[in-house]
């Protein structure tokens, strides 16, 4: 097939009506990789016959060599499609389609709906599309990857496995989709395997099918329940407030009732798939077919006599064909009989026919019978090859070829971007409004409309860096076949004239036959030397959506950082020059001079000034928005550290880390305090990809990478404590402790955890209480981390605009009270619930933490107000040298921050501890005797304060039984039934627990979650394929964090334990490994015997 030529692409740009942005999402393997690839067949860019194998878009070599997509590519694609105009078309007829097929080439049908019904009355008439097309990588490690793609697409082709069903990250792109109101369209991939792997009837097929419909339609259920409920709560509280300023009650409740009759009404018919409404696939993207059932009405409709709508509404479904009558009959005219579904009769058996014919039976008879009656011109070649397979792709690319149905259904289904962003923008725009304004602003009209001569707003939504070779300003022009014999022709005639000239003895001749020679080998030579300097090195190019205006090189433009805000215009803010701007064709660019607005591209000149993401504003406007949205990155969790190997070569590490950072939007890149360079990614398999990247693009050096550094949390609980040693505090805490005895010391007379506390200067001296937080209040806080972190943040916000995180909405004062109003309404109870000593301290509580917002209290306990801004007025607080109790508060602030982010066993962040505050005192000056005054005296004060808070909290802690806490992943494995028992041996080895398993029905696979340590969990992964061959792979998911029910400082103590286990004790205490391994990595003191039992070695080997 022809490629299509790059001006018909750039010319469809500006065709917004014609353009579709769509994206393609799945769980890892369901095939979106492989359903691209016939996509691309049909525009000519790989062979049809590859299509399928090649998986062109994976294009990285680990890509490959792993058969996981790790990045999203960009593909834009050409489709013609061609309509009749007749009145049978106006009342729903189906188009002819057709992507641009080559017509001289020996594929002579286009498509199934081509012959039944076109009569020469019929006028034809074609149309072009331009579809920008994103394959998004599935495995969880990327899934920040989708976030990306979702942001940019308007569409999605939502893909699941027919064998698998519905899996996690279904779910999780279901959901990103909805958040993004990205319309999807449901692809059931590889049917193929219903036919030949588990060898399933049509009609089984149809009801596992049907079971898939129904699972993906509960998902999409949920998030619509979701959203009512929300919207709901919201118009509820907006009427209360209503009614608070005006009417009187007995209207207020019967508002109520009406909005509650208004949930139940909201029609969710929309959001469901159904084959009926045009909105499923079937395809097998390894066959290269796929099919919507509306294909099959127009075929049948003819035959039957019957109307091909009416048709196209019973194929799926209830519906039965009446034998006798030729009728269509629903359910209950079956009267008993057993008749199959039409969607069986007419549509899957024909499929599995062909199966039959040519794969699982192979019969040359047959096929040649099953060719003639689909109508289909099959080469006598094609019909005699051996290669099966090869045989059903050639049948189906004409019966039912998949470009065409995939693409057919895009161009119906997905919505053009002048009509996606009429509902999306002001989503994206408003996202806390249940019914947003009519825009006002220029720009907000701009989007709304996708208008191309408003001024500009895009979205840079990634970095993606290329090779500088690849960039058409770069790349070494590829002469046509006629360009090279005239060049060819060229150069012949002048070897011939300067020959003649040298000949007939002429002077002045420039040109002789070296010459020549020489001058072709130094323009080559020359060819190759810019080409090699052009080698190795990377450029980063900006993958952005334009929505409103034209986008021009040579263009100023405002970049807007993430951290954005409208409020202070000038910061985060920066202008640049458009260099280049692009059309990405996988690994390919098309240079262009300008973008409309709807269209998805890629833009040069914007390294240095957007780092990850930013926002493109016109220049001409005042202010901005900001259009960074909410992703679902994973936590990152497992972290290294990284180092050249050879150490002369750390400005190329800097630098390469650098364009990693900026290449990839779910890598962090730090420097820790050590000096180290630590990269955080979210998985193994991201972490692997991210070294790859690094050796071989970005730094190209060796680089040595530590061991995989896990995150742990510490927590005590109420039991009995064990003797501490001083391994639990470094060298240097426990010498400090031993001096300081007196300063910090357990309190004899208070409650377990009770620590008083002197400053080094002894001029505060301090009670503070250290508390496990019990079981439901810590569930809590750990669940509700973001709806706390947006609380502190409208706290802070509120006294301290500007400084909050980049959320396109600032929470109104009204908001604000409404946000504490609903956190205080949810602690109280479990407050209530945790004891006498905890009942109504909802109220009190000073600070969360660490870093201001996690899962550990500082509780005011003093009964006065203790915050610094109630400094001004001292309420009557004792003063010494004009320093009150409130000035210590952020002191003692820190200190908790300190303590709780680094927690006595390992340095590692506590969770679940609260810190109740029971008293502190100013003293009289004992040493200085009053000589250093206010403002001095307060500095030093303010820093003791702070250690002597952080150890008083620590060793507060160590009074309760410590525990360590164990990052744990979720761990989704599917797999047959004769490698369980492998499976299962797998994570018992790595202490990993399984949660559930079950059978998936109607197939032999199972489901099994389990649970696993992060800090077992390295090459679990390619252990677990090893083992079972291949037949099960895992996605680890980061989930929470799990208590390890083991004193990491108990050893035996009592006699019956020495007696039991001896002294070394035979059981390792796997808690005190865990924790030597992070002491040590910390350079922490760490207590260990290095030799246990010094015996004569003895041989063993007998004589
Ligand atoms: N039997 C069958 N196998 C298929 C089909 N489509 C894809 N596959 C196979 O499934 C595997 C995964 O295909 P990919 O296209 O790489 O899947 P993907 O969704 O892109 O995977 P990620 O990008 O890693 O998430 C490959 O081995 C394909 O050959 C199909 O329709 N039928
Ligand atoms: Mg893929």
């Known amino acids: 097939m022809p490629s299509i030529p790059e001006s018909a692409l750039i010319r469809l740009q500006a065709n917004q009506d014609h353009v579709r942005n769509i994206c393609i999402l799945a769980h890892v393997d369901h095939g979106k990789t492989t359903l691209s690839d016939s996509l691309l067949a049909s525009n000519g860019i790989i062979s049809s016959k590859l299509a399928g194998k090649v998986r062109y878009l994976d294009s990285r070599e680990d890509e490959q060599e792993r058969g996981i997509t790790m990045e999203s590519s960009a593909i834009s694609l050409y489709f013609k499609i061609m309509r009749r105009v007749s009145s049978q078309a106006a009342a729903g007829g189906a188009p002819i389609a057709s992507s641009v097929t080559d017509q001289s080439n020996n594929t002579p049908a286009d498509s199934p709906t081509d012959s039944p019904q076109s009569s020469p009355a019929e006028v034809k008439k074609s149309e072009e599309y331009l579809i920008n097309l994103i394959d998004s990588p599935g495995h969880v490690d990327f899934s920040s990857e989708v976030s990306t793609a979702s942001r940019l697409c308007d569409g999605a082709l939502v893909l699941v496995d027919a064998v698998e069903g519905v899996c996690t990250q279904t779910h999780t792109v279901l959901r990103q989709a909805w958040r993004e109101s990205v319309r999807p369209v449901l692809v059931i991939n590889k049917i193929d395997r219903l036919i030949t792997e588990l060898q399933f009837t049509p009609l089984e097929a149809y009801l596992h099918l049907n079971k898939i419909l129904e699972q993906v339609n509960a998902v999409m259920g949920t998030f619509f329940s979701e959203n009512v409920l929300e919207e709901d709560y919201r118009k509820k509280a907006e009427q209360k407030k209503k009614t608070q300023e005006n009417v009187d009650e007995s209207v207020a409740a019967l508002q109520d009732t009406f909005s509650d009759w208004h949930v139940e009404t909201q029609d969710d018919s929309h959001i469901y798939f159904h084959p009926s409404q045009g909105n499923v696939i079937f395809a097998s993207a390894i066959d290269g077919w796929a099919f919507r059932v509306d294909q099959f009405a127009a075929i049948y409709a003819q035959k039957l006599g019957m109307k091909e709508g009416v048709l196209r509404k019973c194929l799926w479904g209830d519906f039965f064909l009446d034998p006798k009558t030729k009728r269509v009959i629903g359910y209950k005219g079956l009267k008993g009989r057993p008749l199959k579904p039409l969607a069986v009769q007419m549509v899957l058996e024909n499929v599995w026919k062909v199966y039959e014919v040519v794969v699982t039976e192979p019969d040359k008879e047959m096929t040649e019978k099953v060719v003639k009656l689909l109508n289909l011109k099959l080469l006598p070649r094609d019909l005699k090859s051996k290669d099966t397979r090869a045989t059903l792709t050639t049948i189906f690319s004409q019966w039912l070829p998949l470009s065409t149905c995939v693409l057919l259904a895009v161009i119906e289904q997905l919505p053009s971007p002048p009509a996606a962003q009429k509902i999306r923008m002001p989503k994206m725009l408003h996202p806390l409004e249940s019914t947003p304004p009519e825009p006002t602003e220029e720009w907000e009209k701009g989007m709304v409309s996708c208008d191309a001569s408003n001024g500009v707003v895009a979205y840079v939504s990634k970095m993606v860096s290329v090779p500088l070779d690849v960039l058409p300003k770069n790349k070494r022009k590829t002469l046509s076949a006629e360009e090279m014999r005239q060049r060819g022709r060229i150069q012949r005639e002048q070897l011939i004239a300067s020959a003649k000239a040298a000949e007939i003895g002429e002077v002045g001749v420039h040109l002789d036959v070296d010459e020549v020679i020489a001058n072709k080998a130094l323009a080559e030579a020359q060819e190759r030397a810019a080409a090699e300097e ?570």
């Open 534 to 1103: 052009l080698e190795g090195k990377e450029a980063l190019i900006g993958f952005a959506r334009i929505y409103s205006g034209t986008i021009r090189v040579g263009q100023r433009l405002k970049v807007l950082g993430p951290k954005y805000d409208p409020a202070q215009p000038t910061l985060h803010c920066s202008e640049v020059t458009v260099d280049s701007l692009f059309m990405i064709m996988g690994r390919d660019l098309i240079g262009l001079d300008e973008v409309p607005a709807g269209n998805v591209f890629g833009i040069g000149g914007l390294e240095g000034h957007v780092l990850k993401y930013g926002t493109l504003w016109s220049a001409d406007w005042e202010g901005g928005q900001n259009l960074v949205g909410k992703g679902l990155e994973t936590a990152p969790i497992v972290r290294v550290a990284l180092e050249p190997e050879d150490p002369t070569q750390m400005a190329k590490l800097v630098r390469g880390l650098q364009l990693l950072n900026q290449a990839d939007p779910s890598v962090q890149v730090l420097t820790q305090e050590t000096g180290e360079h630590v990269i955080l990614t979210s998985g193994e398999v991201h972490l692997q990809r991210c070294m790859a990247d690094l050796r071989e693009r970005f730094a190209r050096i060796e680089i040595s990478m530590s061991e995989p550094i896990v995150p742990f949390r510490e927590t005590a609980i109420n039991a009995p404590a064990q003797l501490i040693t001083s391994a639990a505090m470094s060298a240097n805490e426990a010498q400090a402790q031993e001096q300081g005895e007196k300063l910090i010391a357990k309190s004899g007379t208070g409650a377990r955890g009770t620590i008083v506390a002197t400053t080094p200067n002894r001029f505060v001296r301090f009670v503070v209480r250290t508390v496990p937080i019990p079981e439901e209040l810590r569930k809590y806080l750990v669940e509700h981390a973001e709806q706390i972190q947006t609380y502190v943040e409208s706290i802070q916000g509120s006294g301290n605009k500007g400084s909050t995180s980049p959320s396109t909405a600032h929470p109104t004062a009204d908001e604000e009270a409404k946000l504490e109003q609903k956190l205080m309404s949810e602690l109280r109870p479990l407050f209530a619930k945790a004891g006498d000593d905890w009942k109504g301290k909802e109220k009190d509580v000073l600070a969360f933490g660490p870093r201001r917002v996690g899962p550990n209290l500082l509780i005011n306990n003093l009964g006065i107000d203790f915050s610094r801004n109630s400094s001004g007025n001292n309420n009557g607080q004792e003063e010494t040298h004009g320093i009150t109790v409130q000035d210590m508060a952020e002191s003692v602030h820190t200190g908790f921050q300190i303590a709780t982010n680094s927690g006595p066993l390992c340095g590692e962040p506590m969770l679940g501890m609260a810190f109740f505050l029971n008293e502190i005192e100013l003293l009289e000056d004992t040493q200085d005797g009053g000589a250093s005054e206010g403002r001095s005296k307060m500095a030093v004060t303010s820093g003791q304060v702070i250690t002597t808070m952080r150890d008083a909290c620590r060793l507060g802690f160590l009074e309760w039984s410590p525990r360590l806490m164990l990052a744990m992943y979720s761990c989704d494995i599917q797999t047959t039934a004769e490698v369980l028992g492998k499976v299962y041996a797998v994570i018992a080895r790595r202490k990993g627990k399984i949660l559930h398993e079950e059978m998936k029905e109607g197939t032999p696979f199972f489901a099994i979650q389990a649970l696993m340590p992060v800090v077992e969990s390295f090459g679990f992964a390619d252990d677990i394929r090893k083992k079972t061959s291949g037949a099960a792979s895992p996605q680890l998911i980061f989930s929470h964090f799990e208590m390890l029910d083991m004193d990491p400082f108990w050893v035996p103590n009592t006699v019956e334990e020495l007696e039991d286990l001896g002294e070394k004790a035979d059981r390792e205490n796997v808690a005190k490994r865990y924790m030597d391994v992070v002491r040590k990595r910390k350079g922490l003191f760490v207590e260990q015997k290095i030799v246990e039992h010094a015996e004569k070695q003895r041989t063993l080997r007998k004589n």
